[in-house]
Every structure is written in C-alpha cells, then in structure tokens.
C-alpha cells in the first residue's frame, strides 16, 4: 500500500473475481442493528433529525468496555513510537516510565511549573464549569509549548509547523456545523483541541494572530467558526463541585489514586435492557448513571401481552421500580418523591437540561467520525470536577480509561498532552491512504497482493503486487454520509469516472462473518441459474480488505476480552439509484421483481431488507430493481456444516423493517431461526413504509407517520407496529403511492391475521409466498404490463 503522495504513475487494474468462498469455522452471531447504525447511513431516506439523535447515541455508548489510565497511556505512546526505531520488548513494557520522568520538570520547580500550578489552582478556585475553561487551556498549552522541547527516546521528534502542531481552544459558545445528507447539526463543544494554523485562520482580519491568548476565549461573532474536519478531538465538561483541593507542593510520578475511578452510564440491566430513552444525570465526581423507561402508546390487544411495558405514571424520567406495584406507600415514600417532583419543576422553569455528558461527547465523536472519508477511531475527553476520562471509540465499541486527576496526577495528563503532541493523522484516526492530512480529496491508490495464478507467477519471478487508483468524488449530493458510532458506518462515495457509472462503499463489516465478497460469489452463481434472480443483484467490480485496520488490535494490547471484531473494505460497484424514487406502478414492479428474486432461495438468506437497499439501474427504458446489500446474508448449507452455529445467526436488520418475530427477545438471544417469512414480511413493512412517506419519489418533510419506530429500541418497535396493524383502517398513503397501498394493505392484514395467540404460521415457503406476496399483487404487474408516467 503506497501514500498518495509519494505515489507516481499507476495502471488500474480490475483483479479477476475470487472463485472459492466459505465460512471461517469461529463465525459469532450478530444482535439487531442497534443505536446509530438504525439510521446513520441513510438520514434522508428515514428522515431523521440529526439535531436531536440523543435516543441512538446513548444506546452506541452504553456498556462500554474499561482500562487502566497507565495501560491506555502506554498503548497510546507505542502507537506513537517512531516507527524506524523498533522497541525490543522489555523496552515497551516500561514505555510508560522514560515520559514520566522527562516531564517531571514541567511539573515541579519555577518557571512553567508554576506557571502551570497557578493556572490549576485558579481551576480549583472557580465555583462554576464556563469560567474555568480559560484557566485549563491556558495550563494546558503552556505544557504543550515546554513539551516542544522534550525529547523521549524511541518517540518522534517535535513537528514545529502550524499545520501539525496543536493548541487547546475554547469553543463554547460558539457553534460547529455540518451537514448530513442535505440535515444540518450544530453543536457547541466546549473546548477543542486544533492545529495553530485553524486557531489562526478563524482570527477576524486586523485582529492579534496571537493564537495562545486567543484560544483562551471564546469566538466571538466576528470569528469564523472552526470547522469538524479540523477538529482532532473535544473536551466535554461538567463541574457539580464548586471549590476543588488545590495542587500538591510537589509531584512525583508514583502517584497512586484513592480508587480506581470511572465514569458509569446506563449499564445494562434487566430493565434497560428495554429502552434507552430518558436519562437523569448524577452530580458525583465519579460517577454518572442513567436510567431508562419505555413508554408505548398500544391498542389494549397489545397491552396484555406483557404488563411490564406499560406506561410508567411517575413520569419519562423514572427507571420503573422492579417491585410489585401497591397500593400503599410509607410517608417517606411520599415525601421524597414530592420533593423529586419539586426539582424537577424547578428544572422545568430554568430551561432544557443540558444532555448527559457521556451522550454530548458522544454527539461530538459522531460529527468527527462524519467529517473525514475514512476515520478508524476517535479519542475524545470528559472532563469530571479535576478527573479527566479519556475515551476510545472505533466501529467496534467503546473504551473508557480510568480517570486521571489532572491537577493531583499533573505528571500523567502532561504525559497525554505528548502523546496528543506527537500524534500524526494516522494516530488520530485518520487512513493515511484516503486521508493523508484533513480534508484531502485527491486520487487514492490502493496497492494489494494480486493471488491468481499464484503458481505460474512465481516460476516467473513477477512482482505479486497491483495498484488500482480511484478518486472519489467526495463532495457530490449523491454521497451517502454515515452519522454514528457503532456499527457498519457504511459510506458510499461517487468514482470519478467519464460517463459516472461507478461508486465506491467504504463499511466496517464485522470480521468473523463470511465477507460480502464471498456472499455476492455465491449470489452470482444463483444468478446464473435463476432468470428471476438475474438482473436484480449489484455487479462488484472490485473489492479490497484493509488488515491492518482491525478494531480487535487494540483491545488485545489492552488485555480486553471483547467478541468480535471490526475491518474495512472498499468495494466498487456498479451506480444504482434508490427506489423510492419511483412512484405509481414503476414502483410496484420494482418493489415486486426483487421480492421475486428473494422467493424461493433457500441457498441464500438475505436479512436486511430496508428502503435503502431497494436500489435499481435503467436498462432500455425500464428501471432494473437490485437488493442492494447481501452484506447481511448467510448461506445455509454453509452454517449446517458448523457445528454449534446459532439457529438465529444473521438476524442483523433494521427494527422497523424487521418482522416482529425477530423484535422479541427469545431471537435477540439467537433462539429463533431466520426463515424465508421473516424475509416475505420484510418486504410487506418496506413496502407499507414508502407508501406512506414518500410522495412523488420524495420523502414528505412534514405530517409524516412513522417516525416513532425509528426513535425506539426492538421491543419498543414491536409494539407499535403490532399497534399499526390494529388501526390499519384509518391508514392513508401518500397521492402517488394510493394504488400500491392497497396492496400493502392486504399484505399486512395477513401478517396481522397470524398475530394472535392461536395463529398457526404457515411454515412452507411456495405458501407463504402465495398467501403473503402473490396473491395480493395485481396481474398487469405480475405480467410486466405497466404504464410509465413521465
């Protein structure tokens, strides 16, 4: 693989497709597409807010794994250590030490020292979280300007360039935008950390370019805003104390802290296990929870079902007690819960509570994911009264590091400064092949060991390694941007070609699967047998895995035991259009070709059937309708040789699309096999969907119904489609779509017939295909005999 800017003259090559497919024997099953992964990928076509995505965010964030301070600082520094210098091993164990003593002169003695003391204890001294931003940046970046001059052996050098070199910056009041997918989002971090060159650059003209003065204030009107493609990290606040114990006399590097401390949020229990959509936040220093409760809106056939989802009367902002309910409450009982009701009015009056700090930094973390093509992790901050929690996200999950006090522990956070110093892109996440500095949008040359014919080229000597170059377009309208952190994170960029017929998606597919390479061969060879399937699946020209990119390497350096694991790849297919931009029969017959293509297929089990990967292609003057992604399939005859292997293992999906089966528990715990009717019912719901949202190929910005399946968690979304089904009647789609609902109508009256308790589901696919799709279809589009409205 070869930097962009060292690369020279290149010949594009298509490497022939790999023949052989299988499945590793160590495959893990998958839950439901869980938190932003929901609705990330495509924000316009589910319509999301992306102002407001606190529901997702906080389910992305819980249950994140945990590591020691001087573990994480130690991982950090090595994937900081000058690579043309190899540490031996016994070397990298105490990689830690060799900083700890450099710095110990910033931290004790005159000068800087103190300099640095007196601007933590003026921290210490302020009793409220927005004046004491300044006197942090300003101890923060005298540290950095002293650590211009450390040198650590095995570490890189000290880059002295405003385009490398960092700054801690206030930012609040001031607002970051961006735009997702046409929705724009605007937050306000409250301290940042940038190049000097940004600081500079959002300076009014005629003012001071004075960096260090100003980025301990807040921009003002006059400043340009800072922009998140230049944004390496954020440091979220919260201050519940008022006064804090001042610096020490002296510091030494064997600091030992009263306990281990960690920032707690919304662990999972029983009961939170159920949804994730209200919070209440904790004022201690050392720990943050959060509590959930579900509150649904159901027929009274729903609400038998189970008694232990029903509204909660005490309010949104209540975990529901796991005692019997009764009818008699103790006088203390009742005196707490009015005084709880008393702040929370109080509360009420003063304004919106500001979001749980671990759900802001976590907002933060999405638009900095979001800003680049290819970011592989984000480390962002929390910063706890004088405890300062670093945080590791990647496509994986969450890491969160023990907190360090910063003004009792000044060796370690001037240790992290360092590191933050000395990191390159890569080290902030950056892919150095698509993203070898900020903002580049130039050609990307990916280098990968061409294995055909691996015999004959060896006889012959020829070198194993081919390039292919693209340059994607990263700045048209028809990117599709992810927004998130957990997940997938797919992201599809236009290939700059003559005429534009290519794209590239770019997604973090979990590696224990079968890749989506393998899949689409064996999807081909469907094709190739069966005319109904022809035509209907995406062509890949190309396809790479980037190995070096596992989210596993990292957790294995820090000893977490974490299933599964993460890596990118690159695949370049054929430019398909989206199908909700159909409307009238066209619509229909696409919509129905692709069922058709999915009926009766048991080789092959596609578990993803949304509105987004309903794609198409015009070929002489007819729209050729795709299922779009195979990423989430499983090949049957290929799971019955492993044994063990979870009846339910591909039950990935979108919950709004799902069918209600798969939203229970028993298939979250991987107890229910995926079937052909899970699949036929998929349709019927995507169906019903762009029904009722979509108007003449686009999504209806207001009055539009649906929204709250998208803003709930699996059993939420279960009983509000179970809810929809009993109101089907008072129903009403859009103009364009009226005739096609009709059909969507009798579909689902026959998911809702089998819903009751005594239902006995049809088990053989040729009948529910029959019952649930066929029979409803009208016969002009069975024929293909439609008309094309201009």
């Known amino acids: 693989m070869s930097n962009n800017a060292s690369a020279t003259t290149s010949v594009t090559t298509t490497p022939p497709r790999k023949s052989e497919s299988g499945l590793p024997a160590d495959l893990k099953s998958t839950p439901h597409a869980v938190g932003s992964a929901v609705v990330s990928e495509h924000i316009d076509t589910v319509g999301v807010d992306v102002s407001d995505v606190r529901p997702w965010i906080a389910r992305d964030v819980r249950n994140f794994k945990q590591c020691g301070a001087d573990e994480m600082l130690q991982q950090l520094l090595e994937m900081c250590a000058d690579p043309n210098q190899s540490l031996p091993p016994n070397q990298k164990s105490t990689l830690l030490d060799t900083p700890l003593e450099a710095v110990m002169p910033l931290c004790n003695g005159p000068g800087v020292a103190q300099k640095i003391k007196q601007h933590l204890t003026k921290f210490c001294n302020i009793e409220s979280e927005t004046p004491s931003y300044s006197e942090f940046v300003e101890a923060a970046n005298r540290a950095l300007r002293e650590l211009g001059k450390v040198t650590v052996p095995g570490m890189p050098a000290f880059q002295d ?239 969160q590091c023990a907190g360090i006090n910063f003004v009792q522990d000044l060796p370690r956070f001037v240790v992290l400064l360092f590191i933050m110093q000395r990191m390159g892109y890569k080290q902030w996440g950056l892919h150095p092949l698509f993203e070898p500095e900020p903002g580049y949008e130039g050609e990307i040359i990916v280098e990968y060991e061409d294995d055909t014919n691996k015999d004959d080229r060896d006889k012959k000597g020829q070198d194993k390694r081919k390039r292919v170059d693209l340059t994607l377009d990263l700045r048209s309208e028809e990117c599709v941007t992810h927004f998130g952190l957990r997940g997938r994170a797919t992201m599809v960029f236009p290939v700059k070609t003559n005429p534009p017929e290519l794209v590239a998606k770019l997604f973090w597919p979990e590696e224990a699967r079968q890749s989506k390479p393998e899949i689409l061969e064996e999807v081909y060879k469907i094709a190739n047998e069966d005319p109904d399937v022809l035509g209907h699946v995406p062509e890949m020209v190309w396809f790479h895995k980037f190995e070096d990119t596992s989210t596993a390497i990292i957790r294995k350096a820090l000893g977490i035991d974490d299933a599964g694991s993460r890596v990118l790849y690159i695949i370049v297919f054929r430019k398909l259009e989206p199908i909700t931009t159909l409307s009238g029969e066209e619509f229909l017959l696409a919509w129905w070709e692709v069922a058709i293509a999915r009926s009766g297929r048991e080789e092959c089990i596609t578990s993803d059937i949304s509105p987004s990967n309903l794609m198409g292609y015009h070929l002489r003057g007819r729209f050729m309708s795709v299922l779009n992604d195979f990423d989430l399939s499983s090949i049957k005859d290929s799971l019955s040789s492993i044994q063990g292997s979870p009846k339910g293992f591909e039950r990935t999906g979108t919950a709004p699309f799902m069918a209600l089966d798969l939203l229970m528990p028993d298939t979250i715990a991987g107890r229910v096999e995926h079937v052909y009717r899970h699949d036929a019912e998929s349709f019927i719901w995507v169906l019903a969907w762009i029904c009722l949202r979509y108007k003449e190929g686009k999504l209806r910005r207001k009055r539009r119904p649906l929204d709250e399946w998208l803003t709930t968690d699996a059993m939420g979304c279960f009983y509000r489609k179970t809810g929809f089904l009993s109101m089907l009647r008072t129903i009403r789609p859009t103009g364009s779509h009226e005739e096609n609902f009709k059909v969507a109508f009798d579909c689902l009256d026959v998911i809702h017939k089998y819903q009751g308790p005594s239902a006995s589901v049809p088990t053989d696919d040729e009948v529910v295909f029959k019952t649930w799709l066929l029979n409803h279809v009208p016969q002009n589009v069975l024929d293909g005999n439609i008309s094309l409205v201009d």
Not at 315 to 341: A, F, I
């Open 161 to 399: 360039d405003d385009e490398t070199n960092i700054l801690f910056h206030v930012n609040d009041p001031s607002f970051i935008h961006q735009e997702h997918q046409g929705e724009k989002s605007s937050r306000k971090p409250d301290i940042v950390v940038v190049s000097h060159q940004t600081a500079a650059d959002i300076i009014p003209e005629g003012k001071s370019k004075d960096v260090y003065k100003s980025a301990c204030k807040a921009p003002t009107k006059d400043h340009e805003n800072f922009q998140w493609v230049d944004v390496r990290t954020t440091f979220e606040f919260k201050r519940p104390k008022p006064r804090l114990p001042h610096p020490p006399s002296a510091y030494t590097k064997d600091y030992v802290t009263p306990n281990v401390l960690y920032m707690e949020y919304m662990k999972e229990t029983d009961m939170s296990k159920q949804s994730t959509d209200s919070f209440d936040q904790s004022t201690d220093s050392t720990s943050t929870t959060g509590t959930a409760q579900a509150s649904h809106s159901t027929s009274n056939k729903v609400q038998n079902i189970s008694h232990r989802l029903r509204s909660n009367k005490r309010g949104s902002d209540h975990l529901r007690s796991n005692e019997p309910s009764t009818s008699k409450r103790s006088r203390q009982d009742e005196e707490r819960q009015s005084k709880q009701e008393e702040r929370r009015n109080k509360k009420k009056k003063k304004g919106p509570n500001k979001h749980h700090p671990v759900i802001q930094n976590g907002l933060y973390v999405a638009e900095m994911f979001a800003a680049h093509t290819v970011r592989q992790h984000v480390i962002s901050f929390i910063v706890n009264n004088d405890i300062i929690y670093l945080w590791w996200f990647d496509r994986q999950h969450t890491i």
